[in-house]
């Protein structure tokens, strides 16, 4: 994802249907996410990896 509140709104989305379809589910799904397209020293970045690990 890129490190934006639009993609981050998304993630929180995804992980919503994450949530929903793991009880059908015979083994625990593992899941990550890979920021790309980051800036240097850009303030966004290190918030929102911040948020993601909350």
Do not use: F, H, S, W
Request: charged share 20%; proline share 7%.
């Amino acid at each position: 994802m890129a490190p934006t509140m639009g993609e981050y709104k998304r993630l929180l989305e995804v992980g919503a249907v994450i949530d929903d379809v793991e009880p059908l589910r015979a083994t625990p799904l593992v899941a990550a996410v890979l920021m790309n397209r980051t800036v240097t020293n850009a303030n966004n970045t290190p918030m929102l990896r911040e948020l993601m690990t909350d």
